[in-house]
């Protein structure tokens, strides 16, 4: 499974961006699917996840703001980012989780990672 993540940029505070993860291989609706990120100096940090029903769980610091959804017929998940604040700013990562079952907000759940994509608010 390839993974490739795009959409990040520059947004001023108060901003939106829409990243999506395109996935390769044939079973992309059984995978629970995450995002990730990681800042400078910082640890990669859950920010949402979406499971094979396309239920959907958040952060704290990303609920109310953030919004998951994935287009099966498209092997594509996207993160919604409105709101943006300058501690959003990271390189985002997708990530799959090809074993599905449960909801895991926990990087060791994820079998295959995307290159990540720099998202940067300014103030």
């Known amino acids: 499974v390839q993974l490739q993540a795009s959409g990040g940029g520059l947004v001023q505070a108060g901003g939106s961006l829409r990243l999506s993860c395109a996935a390769s291989?044939?079973?992309?609706?059984?995978?629970?699917m995450g995002w990730f990120r990681q800042a400078p100096g910082k640890e990669r940090e859950f920010v949402g996840w979406?499971?094979?029903?396309?239920?959907?769980r958040y952060a704290d610091s990303v609920k109310g703001r953030f919004t998951i959804s994935r287009d099966n017929a498209k092997n594509t998940v996207y993160l919604q980012m409105n709101s943006l604040k300058p501690e959003d700013t990271a390189v985002y990562y997708c990530?799959?989780?090809?074993?599905?079952?449960?909801?895991?907000?926990?990087?060791?759940?994820?079998?295959?990672w995307g290159q990540g994509t720099q998202v940067t608010v300014s103030s």
């Open positions: 990530a799959a989780d090809a074993d599905g079952g449960y909801y895991c907000s926990i990087s060791g759940c994820y079998d295959y």
């Open positions: 291989g044939r079973t992309f609706s059984r995978y629970n």
């Open positions: 979406t499971g094979s029903s396309s239920t959907t």
